[in-house]
């Protein structure tokens, strides 16, 4: 009796001060590594990510140890440590292993701020009490998308369409549009259109659509278009296909970002020498005209570029070699 009281007052605290010294250490642990899971792989900005970790404590030591999760960036870059924020997760180690744990984590970093949408791998650790000496072990991780949703409007009739967020899963069958409705991608090689029915034609008909690029979209009545994708954060690559003669009109658009943009910076963007942006239009649905800028008079029209939006854009090239343009676009 005296031996269970002493083993229940050590664990109470241990679980009160970090002075004292623990039986185990993380290094020694042999039961098994930590796994993690979440209850789903794409979530939007701000939704609470559900998060399972198992651990494999030895029941055979009579201290203590901690299941926690850490959230890493693309750069693999620490941005939320559970360690930092709350002492609740501690696993009693008489307790039967493994012991699996929940957590819901709010997309805040440490500092307390929402984190930017992106790929984040969430890790599984487990921990001896005196887990800031002692190296945790980390088991395996699971892979999240944090993206945002952006919806686009159309119009009765004929829109030009683009991508408002960079995205690369979706085709000219998976927008979700109303069957009936027309999806139209510019070929510069065939020098024509590829069409596309919704509910009419066949699955193996329907294209990818590309970021940075536009599609005439025609609907039977108004509808909204919801898409989910990434922001820009960071400076992005994209590529225009020419005219077989190497000068004429490229279908494009330009996914939300951290700023706004102006079509007079287009230029700006293109990386390939010899191009020179002479004309950009977009489409008015509302009014069923065009809207033109042109360079030689680069303050009249100079409309903001809108996402989702898409714009006609005339290239005249001197030196080009190949048949694309490249460019860099900012965020």
């Known amino acids: ?124 650790y487990e921990a001896g009490y005196h887990f800031w000496s002692s190296s945790p072990i980390a088991g395996n991780s699971t892979t999240i998308s944090i993206v945002e949703k952006y919806t686009v409007n159309l119009v009765h009739g004929w829109n030009l369409f683009s991508l408002p967020l960079v995205a690369s899963n979706y085709t000219s069958a998976s927008l979700g549009l109303p069957t009936g409705s027309v999806v139209a991608r510019w070929n510069s090689t065939a020098r024509g259109y590829d069409v596309f029915i919704v509910g009419v034609s066949p699955q193996s008909r329907a294209f990818a659509l590309a970021n940075f690029r536009a599609y005439f979209v025609h609907v039977a009545s108004a509808c909204t278009v919801p898409v989910l994708g990434l922001r820009v954060t960071s400076p992005q690559k994209f590529t225009w296909e020419l005219p077989p003669s190497g000068t004429g009109w490229v279908l494009a658009g330009f996914p939300k970002g951290n700023t706004t943009h102006r079509v007079s910076e287009i230029q700006s963007w293109i990386d390939t020498p010899g191009v020179k942006v002479i004309t950009v239009i977009y489409y008015n649905p509302l009014t069923g005209t065009y809207v033109t800028w042109i360079s030689s008079l680069p303050t009249i029209n100079n409309f903001i570029l809108v996402p989702g939006q898409g714009y006609g854009i005339f290239l005249s090239t001197s030196s080009l070699s190949g048949d694309v343009v490249t460019g860099t676009y900012p965020p």
């Open 1 to 124: 009796m005296r031996r269970m009281m002493c083993l229940v007052s050590v664990s109470i605290m241990a679980l009160a001060s970090l002075s004292i010294a623990a039986v185990n250490n993380a290094a020694e642990w042999w039961d098994g590594s930590p796994t993690v899971t979440t209850d789903k792989e794409v979530y939007l900005t701000g939704e609470t990510v559900t998060i399972k970790v198992t651990c494999y404590i030895p029941a055979q030591f009579s201290s203590t140890g901690q299941c926690f999760y850490v959230v890493k960036d693309e750069l693999n870059k620490t941005v939320y440590d559970f360690r930092n924020h709350t002492y609740v997760a501690w696993v009693l180690t008489s307790l039967t292993p493994p012991k699996t744990f929940a957590f819901g984590w709010n997309q805040k970093d440490d500092n307390g701020k929402q984190v930017p949408t992106g790929t984040y791998a969430i890790w599984g």
